[in-house]
């Protein structure tokens, strides 16, 4: 009888720079690349990685990111920080068709992860990894989900946390940071802002700046949102791929994910169209796509109320663009209100309540079907990456009528009440 072959744990090698190709010894702490200031990726030994990640092999592990272990970044198994983040379900959205002009729309929902967002893939590595090299406190600028990933999983690593947002943060994530233990700093400012105080106060006070793509494991812990979507599919790819963006660490960290799986001989050559969406208020990315520009220029006076799409700057730019042209996708905006109108719609017609970002994507395939850029047939995933749960302010609550039990009208103001819904 055939044996599973033993997880051989990772294969790490070194770290390479994105940019420049200059590498680095992996066991040191590293931000970005000292020549250039770009950032620096992880390589692994993908051949001694392929014997043991078999498609039987991961059948057999444990339904969490950490199942990836040869092409992830611990070294030591007992370092890893986990709270059970990732396999998060891919879902379909039959209900959205006649909306969209889609048939084939699925929703990974990364609501279902434990702070209730994506970000806890790319901070539980990004903790992990840092833990192993020794760090005893980090700080993150965010706009939200990152500070309540970081600060959740910063409390399960025994570090300190410390948080800056900015002061017209969503409440849920404040209180969340907090809850966790974290130090939290409002700031009268963006994301952008905020890193720029903690790249000021970071080497004094000993922190380690996690933030988006300045050190190198966030993205591989975001790379498994391409992993597990390989896997979930059938050990297949989907024709486009629809991902709302801030930072963009998904899209860097799923385009390098499909790399290593093709080295490894788990999927061929092909690659999903990727589709970046950002707000109209906020859209860097967006404008340097349309003008034809690797870089993208800071976004003056940003404003949106998707939280994680107000990102006027991102450090991985070249890395979003490059996936964007190289998959033969394509970049759109979507105006906050379509974010508002869509997200209860959602809601009623998939049982899946996104945060405004995910609603965007959404939006976004619309669009695209009535441009023609997509076909009716096109196999889209949309990526879901928070749950309108943290948005309250966004939602429509009910507030009446209020009945008491007894009232011998109860029915009649039940009938009132439905015949105003129509």
């Known amino acids: ?41 992880p390589q692994y030994d993908l051949k001694r990685a392929a014997e043991t990640m078999t498609k039987e092999a991961l059948a057999q592990r444990p339904a969490t990111m950490w199942r990836y272990t ?3 970044p611990a070294r030591d198994p007992a370092h890893v920080v986990t709270l059970g983040e990732g396999w998060t379900p891919l879902l379909t959205m039959d209900g959205l068709g006649p909306q969209t002009g889609l048939s084939r729309l699925w929703a990974k929902d990364e609501s279902r992860n434990p702070t209730g967002s994506f970000k806890d ?11 192993e090299l020794g760090v005893t406190a980090v700080a993150i600028p965010s706009a939200g989900n990152a500070a309540s990933a970081m600060s959740a999983f910063a409390a399960r690593a025994g570090m300190d946390a410390f948080v800056f947002m900015p002061q017209d943060t ?9 809850a966790y233990g974290a130090h939290v ?13 903690i790249k000021q106060q970071s080497g ?20 498994t949102l391409g992993l597990e979507l390989v896997e979930q599919l059938g050990w297949r790819i989907p024709d486009v791929i629809i991902y709302p963006t801030g930072g963009g660490t998904g899209i860097v960290g799923m385009w390098k994910a499909f790399a290593e799986l093709e080295a490894m001989g788990l999927i061929g050559s092909a690659r999903p169209k990727m589709v970046v969406v950002q707000s109209e208020g906020c859209a860097p990315i967006v404008r340097a796509f349309e003008n034809g520009e690797r870089h993208a220029a ?94 309250l302010d966004l939602a429509t609550v009910p507030t009446g009528p209020i009945l008491t039990p007894g009232d011998p009208n109860i029915g009649a103001i039940i009938d009132a009440t439905l015949a105003g819904e129509q």
């Open 204 to 223: 004094p006070r000993g922190w380690f700046d996690v933030s988006t793509l300045k050190e190198p494991y966030r993205a591989e812990g975001k790379k």
């Open 70 to 72: 040869e092409i992830m």
């Open 1 to 41: 009888m055939a044996t599973t072959p033993t997880v051989i744990g990772s294969t790490m090698t070194n770290l390479r720079c994105t940019y420049c190709g200059a590498e680095y010894d992996a066991d040191t702490l590293q931000t970005l690349c000292p020549k250039d200031g770009r950032v620096l990726a």
């Open 298 to 391: 800071l976004w003056e006076n940003a404003r949106t109320l998707a939280p994680g799409m107000r990102v006027p700057i991102a450090v991985g730019d070249y890395l979003i663009l490059d996936a964007v042209r190289e998959s033969d996708g394509t970049c759109v905006t979507v105006a906050d209100s379509a974010m508002v109108e869509w997200m209860p719609k959602i809601a009623a017609a998939t049982g899946i309540w996104p945060s405004p970002e995910a609603a965007s994507t959404v939006v976004a395939a619309r669009q695209l079907r009535e441009r023609g850029w997509l076909k009716a047939d096109d196999e889209v995933v949309c990526f879901f990456t928070a749950g309108g749960i943290k948005h």
């Open 170 to 178: 969503p409440d849920a994530m404040k209180a969340e940071s907090a």
């Open 121 to 131: 893939r790319g901070l539980g590595s990004a903790i992990t990894r840092a833990r």
């Open 185 to 197: 700093f409002l700031v009268n400012g963006l994301i952008n802002d905020c890193g720029a105080i």
